[in-house]
């Protein structure tokens, strides 16, 4: 069984930052596509960034392209979501996973295998 374990979400005012960290863990020696999504109250589960299981290649949604960087530890399935110049609309439930699709960077939900339990981010304004 592939636990998912995320932390570092908090309160931050807007324009702030805050890191998240991801760790996949209960499968030796497989390394694992992974990928952050959010979920805000009222509103569907969505992407927000995905590393390939090597971490050579990363997608992010547009609302947060040149402000959310994802990265991860070499060789390992600890990613973190570095998030800067944060605003309001970022407030959600951020939700990390893996995924056993080893050919592409799946950023549809269904295609993620492993969820961990979320933890909260809120930008206040």
């Known amino acids: 069984q592939v636990q998912v374990v995320e932390s570092g979400g908090g309160l931050v005012q807007t324009g702030g930052s805050l890191r998240l960290s991801c760790a996949a863990s209960?499968?030796?020696?497989?390394?694992?596509?992974m990928g952050w999504f959010h979920q805000a109250p009222g509103k569907e589960r969505e992407f927000v960034a995905a590393i390939s299981w090597s971490g050579g290649t990363t997608r992010y949604a547009d609302s947060v392209k040149g402000r959310f960087t994802i990265s991860r530890a070499d060789a390992s399935n600890t990613v973190y979501l570095q998030m800067s110049g944060l605003k309001p609309e970022d407030t959600a439930v951020y939700y990390c996973?893996?995924?056993?699709?080893?050919?592409?960077?799946?950023?549809?939900?269904?295609?993620?295998?492993?969820w961990g339990q979320g933890t909260q981010v809120t930008v206040s304004s």
């Open positions: 996973a893996a995924s056993d699709v080893v050919t592409s960077i799946p950023i549809e939900a269904r295609l993620y295998d492993y």
């Open positions: 209960g499968r030796t020696g497989r390394t694992y596509a």
